[in-house]
């Protein structure tokens, strides 16, 4: 079980650990999503932040768990609220958010069962 929950730990604090990096450096990917989403260009580095904090909290979850734990849960939230944002715009292009959710998802899970 460690090695399982070793690894999605891992790969989900790579999966966010990149996308905060591309909201953070100004790359315009996130820039045209958030036009794409009606969102606030203002708003990508607050939400590059949140990815960026999520990240952190999971790999400091491997030594605190409490911290990967609410690192997990907060990284749900923010891809349900992605979610809700994709299809408030009539957006159906949720490849990308399916597998960071169900990446977020699975990291809750294990952490959850592994902590415990």
Do not use: N
């Amino acid at each position: 079980m460690h090695t399982a929950y070793l690894t999605v730990t891992l790969v989900a604090a790579v999966l966010t650990g990149s996308a905060a990096v591309t909201y953070l450096i100004g790359h315009e990917y996130p820039r045209a999503q958030a036009d794409l989403k009606r969102i606030p260009r203002s708003w990508v580095p607050v939400l590059g932040s949140l990815l960026a904090a999520g990240t952190v909290g999971l790999l400091a979850g491997l030594v605190v768990p409490a911290l990967g734990i609410a690192a997990a849960a907060g990284l749900v939230l923010y891809f349900a609220g992605a979610l809700i944002a994709h299809l408030r715009v009539g957006s159906r292009r949720l490849a990308g958010w399916a597998v960071f959710f169900t990446t977020e998802v699975i990291a809750l899970a294990v952490t959850l069962v592994y902590r415990s």
